[in-house]
């Protein structure tokens, strides 16, 4: 059901390229639309579960507002000073009393459980297999690749301006659509698939906020502090978060672009990155857009079964 789901969705962005729509096109790359409500579409189970929760306060919130409306409704037609020339002398009752405090305590409850579970498993950081170091600064991200294989690879990743979008697409090889607006940078964070990232996060200068929806993942960056969170990505594609603390006047210019690869393309990048950055983007998204034209001529079950 899921794959034939999936392959409507894909035939459905192949159409939508054909006829120039650009927000489906988007839509199909990173997740994000144009004039978007609600939630970037979740890769991890920690965003999984957000949404979940999103879901289920929305539920409980939604029945207390209409209790409230339909009691606001009550008062206001059977006991109207029409209705009651002579006003009730009523001022306690115990049984009401009671109801009306238990009845929130236990409401916070059963919010309050999932709520922590979630919590937890958000700044719980389970065992990773790699790290990576975010720093913020005025304005903009360097990201670091602390381990040991990683050759103390680090680079700063600034946002596409408007202006330079064109330009970008076609270094890329890519639509105009594939460098979206403020939320594209010159140098993605490069991360592998199913892979458990441990993130940490400290800033420069002032204090910034380190978000990727989809990861459901925010996190403060501050000065002389090293925060942590974790993600792990199921699945491959480029996914856009924004600085989320007031930082500045360029606080809404710096984004975080974060490409998720396959591991083998992870591998062949990370090595070639750590002599040339420049060159192992440009193999990587070669890689990628090959990878792409084959999966849309429907030739990856042929090549793995060539494999085997
Ligand atoms: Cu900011």
Request: charged share 20%; proline share 3%; hydrophobic share 45%.
């Amino acid at each position: 059901m899921k794959a034939v789901f999936k392959r409507l969705m894909t035939m459905a962005g192949a159409a939508a390229t054909f006829a120039g729509v650009s927000t489906a096109a988007l839509a199909a790359e990173s997740g994000i639309k144009e004039w978007q409500l609600g939630f970037q579409a979740s890769v991890t189970d920690v965003m999984d579960d957000i949404t979940w929760f999103n879901g289920f306060t929305l539920v409980i919130i939604t029945v207390i507002t209409l209790f409230v409306l339909a009691l606001l409704i009550v008062c206001m037609t059977r006991f109207s000073a029409k209705k009651n020339p002579v006003p009730s002398r009523t001022s306690h009752n115990t049984m009401i009393e009671v109801v009306w405090t238990v009845a929130p305590i236990l409401i916070l409850v059963v919010i309050a459980i999932p709520s922590f579970r979630l919590l937890y498993k958000q700044l719980d950081i389970p065992e990773y297999e790699m790290t990576v170091k975010a720093t913020g600064y005025q304005w903009y991200w360097g990201y670091e690749y602390t381990d040991e294989n990683m050759g103390e690879l680090s680079f700063d990743s600034i946002m596409v301006k408007d202006d330079e979008r064109q330009a970008v697409a076609d270094a890329r090889g890519v639509t105009l659509n594939e460098v979206p607006r403020l939320l594209s940078v010159d140098y993605d964070l490069v991360i592998p698939v199913d892979t458990t990232v441990r993130v940490q996060v400290t800033s420069e200068d002032v204090i910034h906020s380190f978000a990727m929806p989809s990861f459901g993942v925010k996190v403060d960056a501050i000065p002389g502090r090293l925060n942590e969170t974790w993600f792990h990505a199921r699945e491959e594609g480029v996914y856009y978060g924004q600085c989320s603390e007031l930082c500045g006047k360029d606080h809404a210019f710096m984004p975080i672009a974060i490409r998720v690869v396959s591991k083998d393309q992870f591998q062949t990048w990370s090595t070639a990155a750590q002599d040339d950055l420049d060159t192992a983007n440009q193999q990587l998204l070669a890689s990628i857009a090959d990878t792409k034209k084959l999966a849309a001529a429907g030739k990856l079950e042929e090549i793995s079964v060539a494999a085997k």
